[in-house]
C-alpha cells in the first residue's frame, strides 16, 4: 500500500515552453502533497505544499506563478514548471501524506531537462 | 528555523564493515522518519520512530530515538553492496496540520565490493 506515482518520468522540453507533471497516490487518499526539488548529490528541498481544493503555500524563494500546482482531487496533484528555462533543469519529487498520520510517501520523481 | 543536522555527509566504505549515520535537532521531534534514496528514483521509507528511548530493527539496520527526542541514529551491521544510497532522515513539524517534514542534508553511503 501507499504508493505513489509521478508521470512523466523524465522529459526534455525547450526554453520558454511549459511542462506538467503529475502527482498521483494510487491506493490512498491524500489531502495534502508536497513538492520538492532536489538536486545531484543533495537533500530534498521542500517547493510547496498543495493542499485538496485549496491554495497552494509556497516556500520562501519559489515562484508561484512560474511553478503552478493544483490539487484537484485527494489522488491527483499537479506541478506546472511555466516558461521553462535550462536553470529548471533538476529532478521533482512529489510525496503524499496519509490521513491517520505524518509518513509521507514519496513518488520516483520526474528528471526535467530544459535545453 | 527547524536545522535538522546529520553527519556524516560522505562515508565510503568496505562491504562487510559497520557504520552509524546520526540525526540531531536542537529542538524535539514529534516524529521522525529514515529513509533511503537511490539515483534517479524517489525516497522510501525505512522506519518511523515517535517515542523517545525507542529501538527499531530491520534486518541489519537498527534505528534508535533519543531519550529527549531531540536526536537519532542508524546504525547498519555489516554493510553490503546493495546498501549503497542517499540516506535522509525527516522529521515532522510538531505545529502544522499539514504534516510538513523537514529534511536533514543527507548521508551518501558507497559500499564497495
Known amino acids: 500500500g501507499a504508493v505513489v506515482s509521478q508521470h512523466p518520468s523524465w522529459v526534455i522540453c525547450k526554453s520558454g515552453t511549459s511542462v506538467k507533471i503529475e502527482c498521483r497516490s494510487l491506493?490512498?487518499?491524500?489531502?495534502?502533497m508536497f513538492w520538492y526539488r532536489q538536486f545531484p548529490k543533495q537533500s530534498l528541498m521542500l517547493m510547496a505544499t498543495s493542499n485538496e481544493g485549496s491554495k497552494a503555500t509556497y516556500e520562501q524563494g519559489v515562484e508561484k506563478d512560474k511553478f503552478l500546482i493544483n490539487h484537484a482531487s485527494l489522488t491527483l496533484s499537479t506541478l506546472t514548471v511555466t516558461s521553462a528555462h535550462p536553470e529548471d533543469s533538476s529532478f521533482y519529487i512529489c510525496?503524499?501524506?496519509?490521513?491517520?498520520?505524518?509518513?509521507?510517501?514519496f513518488g520516483p520523481g520526474t528528471r526535467l531537462t530544459v535545453t | 528555523t527547524q536545522l535538522l543536522e546529520q553527519s556524516p555527509q560522505f562515508l565510503s566504505i568496505q562491504e562487510g564493515e559497520n557504520l552509524t549515520v546520526y540525526c540531531n535537532s536542537s529542538s524535539v521531534f514529534s516524529s521522525l522518519q529514515w529513509y533511503r534514496q537511490e539515483p534517479g528514483e524517489g525516497p522510501v521509507l525505512l522506519v518511523t520512530?515517535?517515542?523517545?528511548?525507542e529501538v527499531k530493527k530491520l534486518k541489519r539496520l537498527t534505528f534508535q530515538f533519543g531519550d529527549a527526542r531531540k536526536d537519532s541514529s542508524l546504525h547498519i551491521t555489516a554493510a553490503q553492496t546493495g546498501d549503497t544510497g542517499l540516506y535522509l532522515c525527516?522529521?515532522?513539524?510538531?505545529?502544522?496540520?499539514?504534516?510538513?517534514?523537514?529534511f536533514g542534508r543527507g548521508t551518501q553511503l558507497t559500499v564497495w565490493p
Open positions: 491506493d490512498f487518499q491524500a489531502t495534502t
Open positions: 525527516a522529521k515532522s513539524d510538531r505545529g502544522s496540520t499539514l504534516g510538513r517534514l523537514y
Open positions: 520512530v515517535v517515542t523517545g528511548g
Open positions: 510525496s503524499a501524506r496519509v490521513m491517520s498520520n505524518y509518513e509521507q510517501y
